[in-house]
């Protein structure tokens, strides 16, 4: 028995019995603040377990902690991520993309404390898929390098009110797994650059780098995670990336990391902003992590 299969049974049930019963059914699970998507252990998803006993001492420790489970392989699970924000929605794109056959074959809907939707598909035996933001779109993949917060979860909003990951729509019929990269490009597609050689080149090895910034971004802990993103913002902004393709790269890493969305957007705007302003060197910033949160949130960044 699966994550999705269990929805159903953990909605009433506390924290810590839920925690168990997906444990008990296989499904790696890991702690998160109470109240919050930020991971309570150090290595956020990457501390999952399926493991009785070490559950039990999680959330014997922590009895109110939101439930997170990897996604991807490690769960069997991937969920497309249908944000609803002030600066916008993802319901259109997702029912447009939903019209074109891009994300048809869902096992479960999912509705999240913001008005949200998690659309829950089985992962593909054989395809590795990974995590991305379609920022634009208003739509996110939580594939390999990823993880979601579970029913019976919830989340604290203003006034003290606490308000629950609710399954919304049982598994389906014939559920199959989503081809993620299809949907990417129909949510935010790229138009092809004539390039040379050179640039062809240099290109490669920024995407070589991104993703070694992405994977040291996701493994930085409290204290750590917004320094940490500026820092790595203003080494892809001085190699040339342009603000999109560091949100893409960046974005689900300190995600995980346990940052909010206006957050990270306005760190990576701030580390736009400096390094055209005044370009840096490669020595890790300790004083300007002060101008982190100071950038306007949004969607779009400039």
């Known amino acids: 028995m699966g994550a999705i299969d269990l929805f159903s049974e953990v909605g009433g049930m506390p924290l810590s019995k839920a925690a168990a019963r997906f444990a008990a059914a296989g499904v790696p699970v890991f702690p998160c603040v109470p109240g919050e998507k930020r991971p309570l252990v150090a290595r956020g998803f990457h501390d999952a377990t399926a493991d009785p006993v070490q559950v039990a001492g999680w959330w014997s420790r922590w009895p109110s902690a939101n439930i997170g489970i990897p996604t991807g392989t490690a769960s069997g699970v991937e969920v497309v991520d249908v944000d609803v924000h002030p600066t916008g929605t993802g319901f259109p794109a997702i029912q447009a993309a939903h019209r074109e056959g891009h994300a048809a074959g869902w096992a479960a809907l999912v509705r999240t404390p913001s008005g949200g939707l998690h659309a829950y598909y089985p992962s593909h ?44 729509v049982a598994p389906g019929d014939t559920p199959a797994p989503v081809d993620a990269t299809r949907l990417r490009e129909f949510l935010d597609p790229r138009t092809p650059i004539p390039m040379g050689r050179a640039r062809a080149a240099r290109l490669e090895r920024r995407g070589s ?31 040339g990336a342009p603000p999109d393709a560091t949100l893409d790269a960046l974005g689900p890493a300190a995600e995980h990391a346990g940052l909010g969305s206006r957050e990270i957007m306005a760190t990576i705007r701030s580390a736009y902003r400096t390094t055209h302003a005044a370009p840096r060197t490669s020595v890790e910033p300790v004083a300007d992590e002060r101008r982190v949160v100071r950038g306007s949130p949004g969607r779009v960044i400039s």
């Open 125 to 168: 035996a054989d395809r590795v898929q990974s995590s991305w933001q379609a920022a634009r779109a208003h739509v996110d993949f939580r594939g390999d390098g990823g993880y979601i917060i579970a029913p019976p979860s919830k989340v604290l909003h203003a006034g003290g009110v606490r308000a629950p990951y609710r399954l919304i």
């Open 209 to 239: 780098d991104a993703k070694v910034l992405a994977s040291w971004v996701a493994g930085r802990g409290e204290g750590e995670r917004n320094r940490g993103l500026f820092w790595a913002a203003c080494r892809l902004a001085e190699s």
